[in-house]
């Protein structure tokens, strides 16, 4: 039996160790005229290049939300059961911390790292929003409760604003609520929807919700002024993704086109056109939004320029007033829950059981990772631009969270 064993574990290592040859041989081959480094090449174009995940971890019941840690091998997952669980991703076999946070599911969480405290925000079918800080004995301690929606709080967003951490909720009760986290303060309130809003995501002054009644829009929260719509999807949308654009002293402020390796089509280095700064968008900051919907797929939409006065909130530009359908991305067969962006790739997790990694340049599918759970996947997380730790997790239905790493 030991023997069989061994022979067992010497295939699988030759396995691995063929998958890191052709991964190597593919990115050597991408360096071209040697111009780019193999490090930043790998950077860029980095993707699990396993179909099954590193490893498996049990969180009991359904997973609701995942959130990497900023810098630390640590994973944030909530579930339907309302509970908050960190794990470590060197030995994750028990959790290393576990709170009960809500007394029913939790629909959305999000986490800041602010003056080095790290801040973990979770909202919940039992109307409530938490903050909570991730103290270095590995416990969360509750700092803060906020109350004031009067149905199921659906998405949560933080943003750091100067000195202040705010938090951006709505709900189901068809309000959107920016709320200061040291005092607990309703800053702002306001109906953005006709129907039930089911995400949001904010930078800056703005913020993009997405709705049962189909539509994106995007409003100036400090006026609670709806500035432009996005029309297209034809069921609801579950989740949208703000594209930050770079800070205006990394670019010239010219939209740069990616150059591609040839047969691939992989970018080599060249910026990201949808992360180049572009000096009339400065005020927003970003000019392209991505939404996903249960009409089974990804849009990338180009955000039009509100109209601008100084010392005056922004007015709707009157020349046009909707989102510019830049792409619609198509391969899933079910509702698609969730949202990452990589550089030029975008992650989606659907209900029909997997995960699909797009090229926001061109349009394709460059991977998909079929049957990555049981059942239903309901969210993901990737490593930020600029992170070299590269892990890719996925949390599902089947109460699983499946962790892909380098």
Not at 41 to 63: C, D, E
Not at 126 to 142: M, R
Not at 357 to 362: A, D, P, Q, S, V
């Amino acid at each position: 039996n030991s023997i069989v064993r061994l022979q067992r574990k010497i295939l699988d290592l030759e396995k691995k160790i063929e998958a890191l040859t052709e991964e190597n041989d593919s990115l050597r081959n991408s360096l071209g005229n040697g111009s780019t480094s193999l490090s930043t090449i790998a950077k860029i174009n980095w993707l699990p290049s396993r179909s099954q995940p590193n490893f498996q971890i049990s969180t009991g019941s359904a997973a609701t939300a995942v959130k990497l840690h900023p810098s630390l091998p640590i994973l944030f997952a909530c579930t339907d059961q309302g509970k908050l669980l960190a794990y470590d991703l060197m030995n994750y076999t028990m959790p290393i911390a576990s709170i009960q946070a809500h007394m029913k599911g939790i629909t959305s969480m999000d986490i800041l790292l602010s003056q080095e405290e790290l801040l973990i925000s979770t909202v919940s079918r039992d109307l409530q929003c938490k903050i909570f800080t991730f103290k270095d004995n590995n416990t969360f301690q509750l700092l803060r409760s906020l109350i004031g929606h009067e149905h199921i709080v659906s998405c949560v967003k933080l943003l750091q604003q100067n000195t202040e951490v705010l938090a951006a909720t709505c709900s189901r009760d068809l309000n959107c609520k920016i709320w200061n986290v040291s005092n607990g303060w309703c800053l702002k309130s306001f109906q953005a929807h006709t129907e039930w809003i089911r995400c949001l995501d904010i930078f800056g002054d703005y913020i993009v919700t997405g709705s049962n009644d189909c539509t994106l829009r995007l409003s100036h929260w400090p006026s609670a002024r709806g500035l432009s719509l996005g029309l297209g999807h034809e069921y609801a949308v579950e989740r949208v993704k703000i594209i930050p654009m770079l800070a205006s002293n990394t670019t010239d402020g010219k939209e740069t086109k990616p150059v591609s390796d040839g047969e691939s089509g992989k970018n080599t280095g060249v910026e990201n056109p949808f992360t180049v700064h572009d000096s009339a968008y400065a005020p927003l900051g970003f000019r392209y939004v991505l939404s996903s919907s249960r009409d089974k797929t990804l849009k990338l939409w180009k955000v039009p320029l509100p109209k601008l006065a100084a010392h005056r909130p922004p007015q709707p530009n009157p020349f046009q007033s909707q989102f510019e359908l830049v792409k619609t991305f198509n391969g899933h067969s079910s509702w698609v829950r969730d949202i990452r962006v990589r550089d030029i790739h975008a992650f989606t997790s659907s209900d029909d059981s997997t995960v699909r990694c797009w090229n926001l340049i061109t349009g394709e599918c460059v991977k998909v990772w079929k049957d990555a759970h049981k059942g239903f996947i309901n969210c993901l997380d990737v490593d930020e631009n600029g992170t070299l730790r590269e892990v890719l997790c996925t949390g599902g239905n089947d109460g699983k969270v499946n962790v892909f790493m380098r």
